[in-house]
């Protein structure tokens, strides 16, 4: 594949860049796929299996399955901690100033 963008990408930039809470849906999900990369990364890097490390926790093999393809939502910043501590590693929370402000929708 070339360097450039497809028609297909610079279409997708175009509609995000119209579109503030598509780009707000987009950021959210991609910033959750990242979460959920980053903890099966993490526990094959440390060459623990799912069924180890849902023992280390008290949870089950299918809970730790569901939480690293992405089926479970809203976690919970003290199951994070814990997973983080069993594979070895540190939660870190950060928030960020955006380029442009998003609107925040009513709710």
Do not use: C
């Amino acid at each position: 594949m070339s360097a450039g963008k497809t028609s297909f990408m610079k279409w997708i930039d175009a509609r995000l860049a119209r579109d503030p809470t598509l780009r707000r849906q987009v950021e959210e999900m991609l910033a959750e796929m990242r979460l959920e990369q980053t903890v099966a990364a993490l526990r094959a890097d440390r060459g623990i299996s799912q069924r180890e490390l849902a023992r280390i926790l008290g949870v089950s093999q299918p809970a730790i399955a569901k939480l690293e393809s992405g089926r479970v939502k809203n976690v919970q910043l003290k199951t994070l901690a814990r997973l983080a501590a069993a594979l070895g590693g540190t939660l870190r929370i950060e928030i960020v100033k955006r380029s442009r402000p998003a609107r925040i929708a009513a709710r």
